[in-house]
């Protein structure tokens, strides 16, 4: 059963494109007019490694479900 974070979260990105990187989801969030702490969430989404061969690209998220479990391991 999905909680009620789990819910607001997907309330607040509904519509959003995917693939979608953390820039992508924070912003849509923000036009949504999420509360900070949904803000504050995905901006602790996890990014790659400063230095790393893939420092320049952000993770990419394929799907809401895929988004919901990297949140649920921040929580």
Known sequence: MPSNRTTEI???LQGAKFPA???DLVEHAKQQHAPNSI???LEQLSTPEF???NAE???EYNS???LIREIEKIE
């Open 10 to 12: 997907k309330k607040y």
């Open 51 to 53: 230095g790393s061969a």
């Open 39 to 41: 803000i504050d969430l």
């Open 57 to 59: 690209h952000l993770t």
């Open 64 to 66: 809401m479900d895929e």
């Open 21 to 23: 990187d953390k820039i």
